[in-house]
């Protein structure tokens, strides 16, 4: 098994391009999610999936997107990169809810927003 | 609000044992998790919490009291290796992980 895998690696996007962040698992994990890290910080949640065509949104949501289509991929899309938006980006699934799983994370993206 | 406290760094020597704090306050308790983090790499696993009471597993292990609303996570025997952050994690009422900022630790020769 690959686990999650995410692409790109690293991006380097202008203020007002957009792009879309990749994200898929191969382990039948029907939760999914978004999170990013900002350096000394932890993990903030941006959005999350329960299942294929189910999405809502984390607790730092505003300038992201996402959608599920299938229980393997979950892309976040960034519409109009800002200069806040710099961070790393992790995508992770699991089995959720009152599971005592864990989840397990991808290697991340790092986004630079200049 | 979710508040969860955890030391910004440590510093311990190679061989020796250290025990990480984390303190939550959050909206229901679902569990709690201990994450490992390399500099520039992902989280991964270590331990889980749900009940009071002491988890080992090998050189670490972890703690919890969720009436006093805190855990700590043990490592033993110390090696170069375990250089790492350290991440508390709390699954809130909506099954929910609230991170901490971690706890970043330095291991001397």
């Known amino acids: 098994n690959a686990g999650v895998t995410q692409t790109p690696k690293f991006r380097i996007l202008k203020i007002g391009q957009s792009m879309t962040l990749q994200c898929a698992q191969d382990m039948n994990h029907n939760y999914m999610y978004w999170y990013r890290q900002d350096p000394g910080m932890g993990l903030k949640l941006i959005y999350y999936s329960v299942g294929a065509g189910i999405t809502d949104k984390g607790e730092v949501p505003n300038g992201y997107n996402v959608s599920r289509s299938t229980t393997e991929d979950f892309p976040l899309r960034l519409e109009l990169a800002a200069p806040s938006q710099t961070s790393v980006y992790f995508c992770?699934?699991?089995?959720?809810?009152?599971?005592?799983?864990?989840?397990?994370f991808g290697p991340g993206t790092r986004l630079l927003v200049l | 609000g979710q508040n969860i406290d955890q030391p910004t760094e440590m510093t311990a020597t190679e061989g020796a044992i250290v025990q990480i704090n984390c303190t939550y306050q959050t909206s229901g308790f679902n569990g709690l998790f201990w994450y490992q983090q390399h500099a520039g790499e992902a989280p991964t696993f270590l331990s889980y919490?749900?009940l009071d009471g002491l988890e080992e597993k090998g050189r670490f292990s972890s703690f919890l009291s969720r009436s006093k609303g805190y855990s700590y996570l043990l490592l033993k025997e110390l090696q170069m290796k375990d250089s790492a952050s350290y991440l508390c994690?709390?699954?809130?009422?909506?099954?929910?992980?609230?991170w901490g900022a971690g706890t970043k630790l330095i291991i001397k020769p």
């Open positions: 919490n749900v």
């Open positions: 992770a699934s699991g089995l959720g809810g009152d599971k005592g799983e864990t989840q397990y």
């Open positions: 994690a709390v699954r809130d009422s909506n099954y929910q992980l609230i």
